[in-house]
């Protein structure tokens, strides 16, 4: 006789299915993009203006891909935690709302790096406390990834 044991093999540890990944993705591409396309802009500005153009503003479009590992970092937690396959619903919804905040976090980031670009063209040069801001930013998706580590059951 076939033996079909294979088919009825139970799979574990799916987590999240890589939602808390692929959402805080989403936001970092946007983020890295809103802040990206300030700084050719306020690069553009510098050079027209006779000013030397600030390599200091690729900080700025950086900082939103942070969210990729904090999302990378959560997924791995919620698929190490080995829940159940029938919490695996569960699992999802807590990797989108986790990811959708790091994405928020990733996007707002981008915006704050899109306004320092503009503000360092127009000669308000203060680049420590803009990257401090982005780091005010950056506090929410570790938080959410953290406390959302630190929330997960254990067997």
Do not use: H
Request: hydrophobic share 55%.
């Amino acid at each position: 006789m076939l033996d079909i044991t294979f088919l009825t093999t139970t799979v574990t540890g799916l987590g999240d299915m890589g939602m808390s990944l692929g959402i805080a993705s989403i936001g970092s591409a946007i983020g890295t993009g809103i802040a990206g396309m300030a700084a050719i802009g306020s690069w553009k500005k510098m050079i027209l203006n006779g000013q030397k153009a600030a390599t200091a503003l690729l900080i700025f479009v950086g900082a939103p891909l942070s969210q990729v590992i904090y999302g990378m970092i959560l997924k791995n937690a919620i698929a190490d935690a080995d829940l159940a396959p029938d919490s695996y619903l569960w699992q999802i919804i807590i990797g989108l709302i986790a990811g959708s905040a790091m994405a928020g976090s990733a996007i707002f980031q981008g915006k704050t790096g899109a306004r320092a670009c503009d503000a360092i063209a127009s000669g308000a040069n203060d680049t420590a406390k803009y990257i401090m801001i982005i780091g005010i930013v950056e506090t929410v998706a570790l938080f959410v990834m953290i406390f959302t580590m630190t929330g997960l059951p254990t067997q």
